[in-house]
């Protein structure tokens, strides 16, 4: 059974930066494809960055691109998100999701508003809040 556990959320200010952690139990990331999603209140839960099974293939949301930067150390079977400049408009519950069969952009984009239907295994999720 595959696990996920996400954590780093906080309060930050506009500007700073916090990074996320998402731990995967169960099996090896070199087997699937891994995502990092957000979900605001009142809105569809969409995809941010995500990474293929051999870590070199990456697909970013354009909300993502040039701020923030996905990686994973195998070792400890974690996937990272770390973000910077973050905005208000970041603020949102963070989950991880990964899917053995779609690609970074699939994952992270092709499913759009299905993504919760289509993704099969997710984080409990953590929390961004971005304010002054």
């Known amino acids: 059974q595959l696990q996920l556990e996400e954590s780093g959320g906080g309060l930050v200010q506009p500007g700073e930066s916090l990074t996320l952690s998402c731990t995967v139990s169960?099996?090896?990331?070199?087997?699937?494809?891994i995502g990092w999603f957000r979900q605001a209140p009142g809105k569809e839960r969409e995809g941010v960055s995500c990474?293929?099974?051999?870590?070199?293939?990456?697909y970013d949301s354009e909300s993502a691109k040039g701020r923030f930067t996905i990686s994973r150390n195998k070792a400890k079977n974690t996937v990272y998100l770390q973000m910077e400049s973050l905005k208000d408009e970041d603020t949102a519950v963070y989950y991880c999701?990964?899917?053995?069969?779609?690609?970074?952009?699939?994952?992270?984009?092709?499913?759009?508003?299905?993504?919760?239907?289509?993704?099969?295994?997710w984080g409990q999720g953590t929390q961004v809040t971005v304010s002054p």
């Open positions: 999701g990964v899917d053995f069969l779609l690609s970074t952009e699939q994952l992270c984009h092709g499913v759009g508003s299905r993504v919760t239907e289509l993704v099969p295994y």
């Open positions: 169960g099996a090896s990331l070199d087997h699937y494809t």
């Open positions: 990474l293929s099974n051999d870590g070199n293939n990456v």
